[in-house]
């Protein structure tokens, strides 16, 4: 649902633009409208009057400019009318739009009605717990790497890292640190951390790369970036980046920013 109302409301920003645009046209034009006849090989340019259909002028073709323009006119007209009715359409639909609106059914029920009945999807809560629950082998850690642990207890690879979980932590975001995905055409990979969006029901992968300034490291970077949109894994969708060079470090602001736009 969450989905369908976001394309809901690109749509509606696109017919608000395309009825500014269409108005700002229709704001000096000339009078009448375009009539178009064909006889055999000639076609002949009339403009019509309102108020009388028998009214007309013929048009000479060196008058291209008003030819065109008339016949923008006409077409303005039409997308005018039309982007309005499915402007009218959305907003009626998005007026009272809520993404939770069927759980919200199921909540407003009494207690012991709730017993009674099988909500026609699992609750939030339940599918949160049943994702959280499960089980999963991550990357192991090479014995030279140093133990960095989380607020909770968790082994992570880097203090960026450990920022960033003990960051979800403290907020209250459950995630799975490193849990596989595979990306056909590339293999198995451990985004740094999964999510699942109450929003989509989808999971959201957040990878940190830390050494960008290192060639080797940027280069297996982009390699795997490129794969998750190859598998239709898009940033700014379902992926979330985050990048660090030398001099240039993980910025909590970032953190919160990033937080705020795609899991909260």
């Known amino acids: 649902m969450a989905e369908l109302k976001k394309a809901l409301l690109q749509e509606q920003c696109r017919l608000e633009k395309i009825i500014q645009k269409t108005k700002k046209q229709l704001m000096e034009v000339p009078q009448g409208t375009l009539r178009v006849t064909r006889t055999g090989r000639w076609i002949q340019y009339y403009q019509c009057f309102p108020g009388d259909k028998k009214k007309m002028e013929y048009i000479s073709k060196t008058n291209e400019e008003l030819i065109r323009k008339l016949a923008q006119k006409s077409y303005d007209e039409k997308i005018l009318r039309l982007a309005e009715k499915r402007l009218s359409q959305i907003r009626r639909i998005t007026k009272d739009f809520d993404d939770e609106e069927f759980e919200k059914i199921f909540l407003n029920e009494h207690g012991e009605r709730q017993k009674l009945i099988q909500p026609v999807e699992p609750m939030w809560e339940q599918q949160l717990k049943e994702?959280?629950?499960?089980?999963?082998?991550?990357?192991?850690?090479?014995?030279?790497?140093?133990?960095?642990?989380?607020?909770?207890?968790?082994?992570?690879?880097?203090?960026?890292?450990?920022?960033?979980?003990?960051?979800?932590?403290?907020?209250?975001?459950?995630?799975?640190?490193?849990?596989?995905?595979f990306l056909k055409g590339f293999g198995i990979v451990h985004p740094d951390f999964t999510f699942l969006s109450r929003k989509t029901k989808q999971e959201v992968y957040w990878e940190h790369d830390g050494r960008m300034d290192d060639p080797v490291y940027a280069h297996n970077a982009v390699r795997k970036i490129q794969a998750y949109e190859e598998n239709e894994i898009y940033p700014g969708e379902r992926l979330i980046l985050t990048f660090e060079t030398e001099k240039c470090v993980l910025s909590t602001r970032l953190i919160e920013k990033l937080v705020r736009r795609y899991l909260i």
């Open 131 to 181: 994702w959280v629950s499960e089980e999963y082998k991550g990357k192991e850690f090479r014995e030279d790497l140093p133990v960095i642990l989380t607020e909770q207890g968790e082994r992570v690879r880097s203090k960026s890292e450990k920022i960033l979980a003990d960051y979800f932590y403290r907020n209250g975001i459950p995630y799975k640190y490193e849990h596989p995905l």
